[in-house]
């Protein structure tokens, strides 16, 4: 009878510690990662995002464990995390695409040490020791040289080929086409190819973009033959996995 009188104590006791137990386990499952992991260099401004946990989301939003800020990244971009095989990264969906060594991405493709990631018009180098690729093995996503399309700047006939395709039009001097002019901004307009085709994106630029003599909002789809104009910098767009040049559109 006495056992019964204690019962519910000694069940408040044992939830008491069930609970705490569980707090601890929580609370060392959340410690810091300590050193980074692995890390991110933007190719264009040298800063580097460090990547310390074994999932990391990167995006727009705030939300995002690594936020970006580039106009033309998704909210929510990809994912980069490490499995018992290597690191991968996986596109979530997003509406530019995620590009690995100048190929775009489907589902969980694996990176290694030196890899170049491109995010929203922006490229980075994946720098992790620890995951350099066996000679033995060949690359997940090579770079694609092949050159499936090309802009011709009408003012000097010059041509820029657009190689694995995508293409970064700015002021900034690691733009594929730099315009030496302080009305373009530091990156102005990107043109890559998706699944839906070849497309312009304007990055939100001050001075706009432009396709045969239409202002672009967002993003535009191109054909063989349109004109984009950069402010005052006329380019004519050549598609370069078109089996025929069909000419601007009307």
């Known amino acids: 009878m006495k056992l019964l009188l204690y019962l519910p104590q000694i069940i408040l006791t044992l939830v008491a510690i069930f609970v705490i137990v569980r707090c601890f386990i929580s609370l060392f499952s959340m410690r810091p990662a300590g050193k980074p992991k692995a890390v991110l260099i933007n190719k264009d401004s040298g800063k580097k995002l460090a990547i310390s946990t074994y ?19 998704s909210r929510s971009h990809a994912v980069i995390s490490r499995r018992k095989k290597g690191w991968f990264i996986t596109d979530t969906e997003s509406k530019t695409g995620t590009f690995v060594n100048g190929e775009q991405t489907e589902g969980a493709i694996r990176i290694y040490h030196g890899d170049v990631i491109g995010i929203g ?14 000679e033995s093995e060949a690359p997940v996503r090579a770079a694609n040289t092949a050159v499936r399309g090309g802009l011709i700047n009408l003012a000097t006939d010059y041509e820029y080929p657009i190689q694995g395709g995508r293409l970064t039009i700015g002021r900034n001097e690691n733009c594929d086409v730099v315009i030496d002019d302080i009305t373009v901004s530091r990156l102005h307009a990107v043109v890559q190819y998706t699944d839906e085709g070849w497309v312009v994106t304007d990055n939100e630029s001050k001075a ?43």
């Open 121 to 134: 018009g922006v490229e980075y180098t994946f720098i992790a020791p620890h995951a350099s690729r066996e």
């Open 55 to 73: 999932e990391t989301s990167l995006g727009r939003a705030k939300s995002s464990d690594i936020q970006l800020a580039s106009t033309l990244a």
């Open 208 to 250: 706009g973009v432009g396709v045969n003599g239409y202002r672009v909002h967002g993003s535009e789809p191109l054909a063989d033959g349109d004109r984009i104009m950069i402010n005052t910098h006329s380019f004519l767009f050549r598609d370069g996995t078109a089996p025929e040049r069909r000419g601007a559109r009307g």
